[in-house]
């Protein structure tokens, strides 16, 4: 008999986001994590449409796991949404993804919940001193070379986790990371395969604006 696949509650927010995300117009490419690339060339390849920059990410960058009952733990994420557009000074491109940021923004206030989750545990959006979505910086940066606006956004969530044995966790599996039935080689499964570039080396601040 085929056990059925758990699939965790951080599993189905970043879904929910990347359906939220992609039905907004105009957004551009959407990935699930955040992307990287030997060469400033690949990195533009996976934000590239047609002429222009133009993309987002999204990144799960912590969460919290709080006591709630016997059964279940409540828990905070924080997750970080940016996105890249090629900035054309001569074609009021600020203007635009600012326009694009708010159609964002909207898309996320208009869903406060991101979707009825299993046995009535909700997963609502939360922030601890505001409400939503948070535009934590704006502004020009060199993406890999190209002038670029950025936007970096912040997104608070809250669900609920069972607490049970889990056989599809790896920290339920055997240390010595062989794989046996129901739990996977891991550690097989995390051996670097490629090395890519920080995207930090490639994206860093644009400091001289008179260059527009």
Known sequence: MNERKRIS??????TAL????????????????????????GFQALYQQGDVILGWYVHRQSWRE?????????????????GFASL??????????DTLIDAV???VRKRPVLFDAQENALCHTVQDDGAGLQLEESGPVMFAGVLCHAAK???????????????????????SGKETKGCPD????????????????LIRPFADKGDK
């Open 88 to 97: 054309l000074d001569a074609n009021e491109t600020e203007l635009a993804f």
């Open 66 to 82: 709080l006591p709630f009952s016997s059964l279940q733990n409540r828990v905070r994420t924080r997750w970080v949404i940016q």
């Open 153 to 175: 956004f912040s997104l608070g969530t809250e669900h609920m986790e069972e607490i049970e044995p889990d056989i599809s966790d790896p920290t339920a599996c055997p240390p």
């Open 105 to 107: 923004a909207r898309a």
């Open 9 to 14: 509650g951080h599993e189905r927010i970043r």
């Open 18 to 41: 990347l359906e939220l995300l992609r039905a907004v117009p105009g957004i551009g490419h959407v990935h699930a994590y955040e992307r990287f690339s030997k060469t400033p060339q």
């Open 186 to 201: 891991y550690r097989a499964a995390i051996a670097p395969k490629d090395v890519s570039a920080p995207a930090a080396e």
